[in-house]
T-cell receptor, first 111, second 112 residues
Framework: QQPVQSPQAVILREGEDAVINCSSS?????VHWYRQKHGEAPVFLMI?????EQKGHDKISASFNEKKQQSSLYLTASQLSYSGTYFC????????????FGQGTTLQVKP | DSGVTQTPKHLITATGQRVTLRCSPR?????VYWYQQSLDQGLQFLIQ???????AKGNILERFSAQQFPDLHSELNLSSLELGDSALYFC???????????FGPGTRLTVL
């Protein structure tokens, strides 16, 4: 079952913050976050394993609430380069890489 | 550059035809994945191979088949093509199942 992402679209000014949520109805092994720019391949951002860990990469961080099967991606002090479509991908087992992606959240950062 | 290569970059063909998409994973990666991305369906997992064997399957049509060869490159075969098969097809690779996946640049298939 496809995870649900919210919001579907976000428009920000440079320097503003955003949160993208990903919710699954299934018990998850891990959550993967990717960013895709128009016409390009998805680029890996981070993986969160069950255990409620939080990870960060520059000004982008994420959390995973194993009990709620929810993950959130936090973008702080957004830059123009953050524009793109963000996908969460969920894994129910660590034995496969069968990522089921959400429908995506389009983020547009304006000057 | 992710290190994953895909050929061809673009493919235009007619309904009813058969095409083969090729993928070379990053050096050392044993897992290869195929995804289909269309406007109305998002990124859809098709199939995964690990070290030559099928590891996981998604909603892949019976008209589609794939394999991974001893040198670890993979091919996705699409037959009896329909208009609805027009999409971007991505290949990704990882060192082991469950780890981060590196996506290739994709093959854009247009069926006329």
């Amino acid at each position: 079952q496809q995870p649900v992402q919210s919001p579907q679209a976000v428009i920000l000014r440079e320097g503003e913050d955003a949160v993208i949520n990903c919710s699954s109805s299934k018990a998850l092994y891990s959550v993967h976050w990717y960013r895709q720019k128009h016409g390009e391949a998805p680029v890996f951002l981070m993986i969160l394993l069950k255990g409620g860990e939080q990870k960060g990469h520059d000004k982008i961080s994420a959390s995973f609430n194993e009990k709620k099967q929810q993950s959130s991606l936090y973008l702080t002090a957004s830059q123009l380069s953050y524009s793109g479509t963000y996908f969460c991908g969920t894994l129910v087992s660590g034995n496969t890489g069968k990522l089921i992606f959400g429908q995506g959240t389009t983020l547009q950062v304006k000057p | 550059d992710s290190g994953v290569t895909q050929t061809p970059k673009h493919l235009i063909t007619a309904t009813g035809q058969r095409v083969t998409l090729r993928c070379s994973p990053r050096s050392g990666d044993l897992s290869v994945y195929w995804y289909q991305q269309s406007l109305d369906q998002g990124l859809q997992f098709l199939i995964q191979y690990y070290n030559g064997e099928e590891r996981a399957k998604g909603n892949i049509l019976e008209r589609f088949s794939a394999q991974q060869f001893p040198d670890l490159h993979s091919e996705l075969n699409l037959s009896s093509l329909e208009l609805g098969d027009s999409a971007l097809y991505f290949c990704a690779s990882s060192d082991f199942p469950g780890s981060q996946q590196f996506f290739g640049p994709g093959t854009r298939l247009t069926v006329l």
